[in-house]
């Protein structure tokens, strides 16, 4: 695998028992007559060109998700002047890069050992606490359509749009060159893990509605008093969360040590909700900046909101089915000389296992974390993923999505790239109204997608890649 041998050699702690992954630099390559995204230059690790079947139009909606020449993908994420994004290789290693408007990138290496050393901590659901507080007149940054009219007809409470509410310490912005970079980063980690939902058969997908810092020390528990509303410490969050409309809320930190003995404790915490009617005080979750970056703890954590829990040998706490857990499994030689192969929920690393398919001994063999959830629906080395039995993530999500998705309801209509009559739907209308308008426009027109004052090209392509009905 790409990064094992690197990163095994590379594991340093100065905070918190979290492998410092290795980093380096690159170039975001913009090539050819559309100035459509070609490749990621990252020194030390070369040039990932995209395939040729990227479709230009993504690069018009500001996320541009593209298949590699030699497999895997390629995630970018443009925000306020600055980028940020991830190259999933085919193996499962993660590289996570970020950088400024002149293209230039810095790049960690970081998936598998950063996720996988790193134990999640989830917790028990706790009971249902009221909601408190108002929403201030101000926030750093909001969806698009925040402060309007409510979502059509509660489009986005069905289970196709789970809407979120994502703080940030000032610790962990301390790590970020600006608001605007950290805000970019963020959003960037939320495309990987609608990634991972979408190549699972997940029918849901995470909306940011909301980003803010919030005032409070990282010390304590953060996930309790995260989840708190009048304990003193980041209580603004749920005045923020009402006004938004957002079903789950993501506290985003720089340390998790909070025992302050100068080690990070966990990636990741959040509640394993494994109540029927779900438990809206308890959708919030506590994420390390550098695991959301270059590992699954994000997407891993907002399983455990929906029930999921990890694979059985490591659950320590059930889900709410009892084929709610993450899958730990052998490629199709069924050899330790093999790979072996966790799902999003399960725990991966090198483990020391007497349970080899073709030797009687111990040895230490590597899992290693693929983004999918566990499914008996879908291969991974000629393997199935999960079991119908004992480790469906999948259903468990489509079954909760829903649940989850009325926590709050919809406030901020759903973003419909295409739709230029408003209708809810992109179709033969929206296409005539955009050739009617093409060329030069005003600022504000339905069919200047990319904002750049003309109707072109890169639109129509969004136009034509959104057709059917907004989602």
């Known amino acids: 695998m790409l990064m094992l041998g690197m990163l095994l050699g590379a594991i340093s702690s100065p905070i918190g028992g979290l492998p410092a992954p290795m980093q380096g630099g690159g170039v975001l390559s913009i090539d050819g007559p559309l100035g459509v ?3 990621v230059e990252l020194t030390g690790l070369g040039r990932f060109e995209l395939a040729q079947e990227a479709i230009l139009g993504l690069e018009a909606t500001g996320v541009t998700r593209a298949p ?3 497999g895997g993908t390629l995630i970018v994420r443009r925000h306020q002047g600055h980028v940020a994004g991830r190259i999933t290789t085919e193996t499962g290693d993660v590289v996570a890069f970020r950088g400024g408007v002149d293209g230039r990138l810095t790049w960690q290496l970081g998936e598998p050992v950063v996720d996988a050393m790193c134990p999640c901590g989830s917790l028990p659901h706790g009971h249902a606490h009221g909601q408190a507080g108002d929403v201030p007149a101000l926030t750093r940054w909001r969806a698009s359509g925040a402060g309007g009219p409510p979502a059509r007809d509660g489009a986005g409470d069905d289970g196709a749009i789970i809407d979120v509410l994502a703080m940030y310490t000032t610790a962990a912005l301390a790590d970020f ?3 605007h970079d950290l805000e970019t980063n963020v959003l960037s980690w939320f495309d990987a893990g609608n990634v991972t939902l979408s190549d699972s058969g997940i029918n849901t997908q995470l909306r940011v509605v909301g980003m803010e810092l919030v005032e ?14 009048a304990d003193g410490v980041f209580d603004e969050a749920h005045g923020l969360r009402n006004g938004l409309g957002a079903d789950v809320m993501v506290l985003f930190v720089n340390s998790t040590d909070e025992d302050g003995n100068g080690v990070n404790d966990y990636c990741g915490r959040a509640y394993v909700i494994k109540s029927a009617g779900g438990s809206p005080s308890s959708a919030c979750a506590v994420i390390q900046t550098t695991c959301a970056a270059t590992g699954y703890t994000l997407i891993h954590e907002m399983g455990h909101l929906h029930g999921c829990a990890h694979d059985a040998a490591n659950a320590g706490v059930s889900g709410i089915e009892p084929h709610a857990y993450g899958w730990v499994f052998w490629g199709a030689d069924d050899s ?3 790979d072996r192969w966790c799902t999003v929920m399960a725990y991966g690393g090198l483990d020391e296992i007497d349970d080899c398919p073709d030797e009687g001994d111990s040895e230490f063999v590597w ?10 629906d ?7 993923v999960g079991d119908a039995v004992e480790a469906d993530n999948v259903r468990v999500w489509n079954d909760r999505a829903p649940v989850t998705a009325g926590y709050r309801a919809s406030l901020i209509p759903l973003d419909c790239p295409g739709d230029v009559d408003a209708s809810g739907e992109v179709d033969m209308l929206d296409l005539i109204q ?3 308008a093409w060329g030069v426009v005003s600022g504000g027109h339905g069919a200047d997608i990319n904002e750049d004052l003309q109707v072109g090209l890169l639109d129509l392509l969004v136009l034509l890649d959104r057709f059917g009905r907004c989602t």
């Open 37 to 39: 995204l070609q490749a």
């Open 68 to 70: 590699l020449d030699g």
């Open 177 to 179: 060159d600006s608001p």
């Open 216 to 229: 409070g020390a990282e010390s304590g528990d953060l996930l309790a008093q995260f989840r708190a509303t």
């Open 336 to 338: 330790c000389d093999d």
């Open 367 to 376: 899992t290693q974390r693929i983004g999918l959830f566990s499914t008996p």
């Open 378 to 384: 879908l291969d991974h080395d000629g393997t199935a």
């Open 434 to 436: 955009m050739l009617g």
